[in-house]
């Protein structure tokens, strides 16, 4: 499949954005995070900013971006759907839990601030199952696919509310999470890995043309010379060739790099933590690009079958 | 609405059979399809860069040709491919506005362009490559099963099929109502075990594609090589042998 980088962005950035929005409003109310109002209007601010710079971008991915309204009207059937409903509903008690944490309301900071968490949570997991629901794409139709939307948006989340954290002095209990998580999602992206790899596509040209009957399918002539729509979205392949490294750079930057800096940065503490936390979210973002880049680039669709395998 | 409408007892399920022992790979379904849809319901299929390198376009219907089997039992197949207007489509349940939809009367699986706002993942959810986007207008296209033919009361009854149907000269494309088990196409796909494409998707492919014929014993022989006419052999004495040896 064709890594858009509109919907690249987007994931990642709203991933992280509904992480940041989730573990703020879970931690906050708990008293777990800096007291800070200004703390905590900063990182709600930044939650939301990512919300809507990612939720922008996939708008251009759209054919026609003007008409996207419409895509919140068929909840009953679609995931992409439920995911816009989910998103724009989860604005409101975000927005009310921002206001809250900048006015410090501490009674409104539960109930608003676990609302968001539920809507970004919710939203999230809409997200993975767009792409879990899809049977034509192996790699994707596979059941740790939505969970793994859910712990990369609450890992990169978590990293981010452990380096603005730091600057208020109070990283530790959010950068322990981000340690967690990053190493979780290092042994979740392996496990994935290991199980489609070795997990053989159930439609073969054989079952695609119904000539198996016959003997191994060989396409031999193309219906057209040049490239096409199907061609150009769905058998995309850049990124197999590169794959095994592109993997080890996903792993290395995204969960264990960030993973290791936030373990150093709760044993060393002081002004060193925070430069800590700034390296493992930025290295932790970057990371999530490049295993976001990958979701697609590896990604088979079953409708390359009908076509010859490029040498 | 993009749930699924339930179908009616008895509700038609209009469908092509493409009979792959037949098909010549010539095109012209595809050729004739693009001419008629550029102006039809789903119009225009435009194109890209049509006169200079790298031109391509949206089609409606797609002619392949496979290499299948080895040795005698190997086989040339021309094999077109379009939308197969499946009972359980997932590219109309994916869709999030609503444009796309199966129609509840004969189960076409259409796109209101009008509503439609070109997110692409009806293509990505289609197993079969059935939906291509239209770069100029932004919306996705397919195959309407040429909805503005098969119910045209302005053309001649005849007439009132697809338009890939119409044009075969090859007659290996056949319309009819699936859903019934005494229409003319549901008799040719029982008679030569016609079958759908990757049932193991689960999409429930209304569409059914006729497998080629078994190669007869008599391609398998080697034609006999055919001697001269008596008259073409100029030696009287081989002549003579050729006469005495061919009774």
């Excluded at chain 1, 392949?237 to 709760?266: D, E, N, Q, T, Y």
């Excluded at chain 2, 086989?75 to 997932?90: D, G, I, K, N, Y």
């Excluded at chain 2, 309407?144 to 045209?152: E, G």
């Amino acid at each position: 499949m064709k890594p858009a980088p509109s919907i690249v962005f987007f994931t990642v950035a709203s991933g992280a954005g509904y992480g940041l929005l989730f573990w703020l409003g879970v931690l906050k109310p708990l008293g777990l995070l800096p007291a800070n109002t200004l703390f905590g209007a900063t990182a709600a601010i930044i939650a939301l900013a990512l919300i809507a710079a990612g939720l922008c971008s996939s708008l251009l991915h759209l054919g026609r971006p003007e008409r996207a309204w419409r895509a919140l009207s068929q909840w009953r059937s679609s995931w992409l759907s439920r995911e816009g409903v989910a998103a724009v509903l989860t604005f409101l008690p975000a927005i009310i839990f921002l206001i809250a944490l900048a006015h410090g309301e501490t009674s409104l900071m539960l109930p608003a601030g676990l609302l968001s968490a539920v809507g970004a949570a919710v939203t999230v997991y809409c997200t993975g199952m767009i792409y879990a629901s899809l049977k034509p794409v192996k790699e994707w139709h596979h059941p740790m696919v939505a969970p793994g939307y859910l712990l990369f948006a609450s890992f990169s989340g978590a990293a981010l509310l452990a380096m603005l954290s730091g600057f208020w002095g109070g990283g530790f209990f959010p950068a322990l999470v981000a340690a967690a998580l990053g190493m979780a999602a290092l042994f979740f992206k392996r496990a994935y890995w290991a199980s489609v790899d070795a997990t053989p596509a159930i439609s073969t040209r054989e079952s695609a043309t119904g000539l198996g009957f016959i003997g191994t399918v060989r396409p031999l002539e193309s219906p057209h010379t040049e490239s096409n729509y199907l061609l150009r979205e769905m058998a995309f392949r850049v990124a197999r060739v590169h794959a095994a490294k592109l993997r080890s750079i996903a792993l290395l930057l995204g969960f264990a790099l960030p993973a290791l800096f936030f373990c150093l940065a709760i044993i060393l503490g002081g002004g060193l933590a925070i430069a800590l936390g700034v390296l493992a979210a930025a290295s932790a973002l970057a990371g999530l690009l490049v295993e976001r880049w990958l979701i697609f680039a590896e990604a088979t669709h079953t409708v390359a079958l009908y076509y010859p395998t490029p040498r | 609405m993009t749930s699924l409408p339930t179908p009616a007892p008895g509700a038609k399920k209009l469908g092509l059979v493409i009979d792959l022992d037949t098909c010549v790979g010539c095109h012209a379904c595809a050729t004739n399809c693009k001419e008629w849809n550029t102006s039809g319901h789903m119009g225009p299929l435009p194109d890209q860069h049509p006169y200079s390198a790298a031109q391509e376009g949206v089609w409606f219907n797609r002619v392949h040709a496979y290499e299948a089997g080895d040795g005698d039992e190997g086989r040339t197949v021309h094999f077109p491919r379009s939308c197969l207007h499946c009972e359980t489509p997932a590219c109309v349940t994916v869709c999030p506005t609503g444009a796309s939809y199966k129609r509840a009367e004969d189960g076409i699986v259409l796109v209101n362009t009008d509503m439609c706002i070109g997110c692409q993942l009806c293509a990505w959810a289609c197993p079969y490559g059935a939906r291509e986007l239209d770069e100029d207008q932004g919306v996705m296209k397919k195959c309407t099963l040429c909805v503005d033919r098969i119910y045209n009361e302005t053309i001649p009854e005849e007439r009132r099929v697809p338009a890939c149907v119409s044009t075969c000269p090859a007659n290996a494309r056949h319309f009819g109502d699936l859903g019934d088990p005494n229409s003319d196409v549901s008799k040719l796909v029982a008679e030569r075990g016609g079958y759908e494409l990757m049932p193991e998707m689960g999409y429930q492919p209304v569409n059914r594609y006729l497998p080629p014929r078994k190669a007869s014993s008599q391609v398998k022989s080697a034609p006999k090589e055919a001697g001269p006419l008596p008259s073409q052999i100029n030696n009287p004495l081989l002549r003579w042998m050729d006469k005495v040896l061919s009774r």
